[in-house]
């Protein structure tokens, strides 16, 4: 419960800091949202895979030597066997976890002032997509944005544009 008050009052002090702040700038250069550098970094991700559901995919979450975070697994087509409500299997996901519940409800990141969402990723040969949920009416509304990674085995930095 003393989580659920902390996370309130934060939220009320970042509040009171933009309106105090009246930045009269209609836009700002960057703001980081989340990383994927430190064991720290990869407790703010959760890792979700058909396996879940009784699916044959698995996935893994991983920090290389390097420092950088590495999501892989395998995806399996496969059907469970024994659950006929299943008609399609085959996924592996890295997803940010929930920054908690106030008396505000779950905060979301503000971008009102950005005009791109920037990723910077090393892919491979597979397809990615990123899914994007806004602070809107319908909170089980996402946006879906594929993620053309051109030079596998290379980092690269992708845009999302609004």
Not at 27 to 39: D, I, M, R, T, V
Not at 52 to 63: H, K, P, R
Not at 70 to 78: A, H, R
Request: overall charge positive.
């Amino acid at each position: 419960m003393f989580g659920y008050f902390k996370r309130s009052l934060d939220v009320a002090k970042e509040t009171g800091a933009k309106i105090l702040k009246a930045d009269p700038l209609p836009w700002s250069k960057e703001q980081l949202l989340l990383s994927l550098n430190s064991q720290e970094d990869l407790k703010k991700w959760a890792i979700g895979c058909d396996k879940d559901i009784g699916g044959y995919s698995n996935a893994s979450l991983e920090l290389t030597p390097e420092g950088k975070a590495k999501f892989s697994g395998n995806i399996s087509l496969e059907l469970p066997k024994n659950n006929s409500r299943i008609e399609k299997s085959g996924y592996a996901a890295i997803k940010s976890k929930s920054r908690g519940s106030t008396l505000f409800g779950t905060p979301c990141w503000d971008t009102t002032l950005y005009r791109y969402l920037s990723i910077r990723a090393k892919g491979d040969n597979k397809k990615y997509l990123v899914n994007i949920q806004t602070d809107g009416p319908v909170i089980s509304d996402l946006f879906q944005h594929r993620l053309f990674l051109r030079k596998p085995g290379e980092w690269e930095t992708i845009m999302v544009s609004k």
